[in-house]
């Protein structure tokens, strides 16, 4: 069983830095795709960035430029450095690991910007 745990999340002013990290754990079979999907009140799950296993990365336009997702593939935890905040980046942001057709979600961690 592969278990993701996200942490990192609180609340920052508008124009503020965040770094999130997810950690997985357990039987982590290679190679993986990683990413980052947030939900905020009253909307659908998004998605906001995944990065292979190899390293290739992809952003959703909204946080383009402003976000940047990396990983460390000794630890198995990947990690979204998020900049330059804006109050409609509020959401819980989860992290999802996905190996083949199987998909693993974290419980989602909680990012608060204020205007």
């Known amino acids: 069983q592969v278990q993701v745990v996200e942490s990192g999340g609180g609340l920052v002013q508008a124009g503020g830095s965040l770094r999130l990290s997810c950690a997985a754990s357990?039987?982590?079979?290679?190679?993986?795709?990683m990413g980052w999907y947030r939900q905020a009140p009253g909307k659908q799950r998004e998605w906001v960035a995944t990065i292979t296993h190899g390293g290739t990365i992809n952003y959703a336009d909204s946080v383009k430029g402003r976000f940047t997702i990396s990983r460390d593939n000794a630890k198995n935890t990947m990690y979204l450095q998020m900049n330059s905040l804006k109050p409609e980046d509020t959401a819980v942001y989860y992290c999802?690991?996905?190996?083949?057709?199987?998909?693993?979600w974290g419980q989602g961690t909680q990012v608060t910007v204020s205007s």
């Open positions: 357990g039987s982590i079979f290679t190679p993986n795709v």
């Open positions: 999802n690991l996905v190996y083949l057709v199987t998909m693993y």
